[in-house]
């Protein structure tokens, strides 16, 4: 009963000074870069927005002759393996319908303009 009791007062203090840690670890801040919302009486709305971290997301909804509403959109995100993912979708009396597309994100590497590699650099390069 003792050895039950040591335990717990050692893997209390241990679980709450995990989940503090947990808490208080730093997020990347993402920024709202641009955003519009419109909306028009009885007709319907548009709204757009795009995040610092690549998000974007456009949506349009119209009334048809019937009084349907019709939704049109695009969103799209950048995955942790360098590819965006896009997705186009409706949305109206026929159901959800979506299309998707991946593509590669292409980082562009740059050059500082004062490097100098030496010829042994510039053969390790050179993989053949």
């Known amino acids: 009963m003792r050895m039950k009791l040591e335990f717990n007062i050692f893997i209390l203090p241990a679980l709450i000074l995990v989940l503090n840690h947990a808490n208080c670890a730093p997020l990347d801040a993402v920024e709202v870069t ?67 597309e991946v593509e590669e994100i292409v980082i562009p590497i740059s050059t500082p303009p004062n490097l100098q590699l030496s010829a042994a650099a510039i053969a390790t390069l050179s993989v053949g």
Do not use: M, P
């Not at 049109?72 to 159901?95: I, L, M, P």
């Open 34 to 100: 641009k955003q519009t919302f419109n909306k028009f009486l009885n007709q319907g709305y548009n709204f757009l927005y795009s995040l610092s971290d690549g998000q974007t997301r456009e949506e349009t909804g119209t009334y048809d002759e019937n009084g349907n509403l019709k939704i049109k959109g695009s969103y799209s995100y950048n995955g942790d393996d360098n590819k965006k993912y896009k997705v186009q979708y409706t949305a109206d009396e026929n159901g959800y319908q979506a299309q998707s």
